[in-house]
Nanobody
Framework: QVHLVESGGGSVQAGGSLRLSCAASGDTSSRYCMGWFRQAPGREREGVAHMLTGGGMTYYTDSVKGRFTVSEDKAENTLYLQMNSLKTEDTAMYYC??????????????????????WGQGTQVTVSS
């Protein structure tokens, strides 16, 4: 099992930047399909960015492509989400998730939240105009 803890959220003006971190502990030696998800009030949780640990695949949903970048520091067991040019529409609770079924990173199933076994507690991002 893997324990995930997000950090780095906060309040920022539109056009600003934030970097979210997801620190992993436990069984970190295996490869995972990692996902960043977000959920705004009244909306369903959506996949934002995904990465196969160890390299080989990254994916971004259209609304964040070109603005957000997912990366990892393998030595530190930490996943990052660099968010630039933030918009008010990006306001949401952001969650980090991991799936041991690495194959889901290669298809549409990457965005299904029930495909992920492990979740962090979330970190709030608020973007104001």
């Amino acid at each position: 099992q893997v324990h995930l803890v997000e950090s780095g959220g906060g309040s920022v003006q539109a056009g600003g930047s934030l970097r979210l971190s997801c620190a992993a502990s436990g069984d970190t030696s295996s490869r995972y399909c990692m996902g960043w998800f977000r959920q705004a009030p009244g909306r369903e949780r959506e996949g934002v960015a995904h990465m196969l640990t160890g390299g080989g695949m990254t994916y971004y949903t259209d609304s964040v492509k070109g603005r957000f970048t997912v990366s990892e520091d393998k030595a530190e067991n930490t996943l990052y989400l660099q968010m630039n040019s933030l918009k008010t529409e990006d306001t949401a609770m952001y969650y980090c998730a991991a799936s041991a079924a690495t194959w889901i990173c290669y298809g549409d199933n990457r965005a299904r939240q029930n495909a992920y076994n492990y979740w962090g507690q979330g970190t709030q991002v608020t973007v104001s105009s």
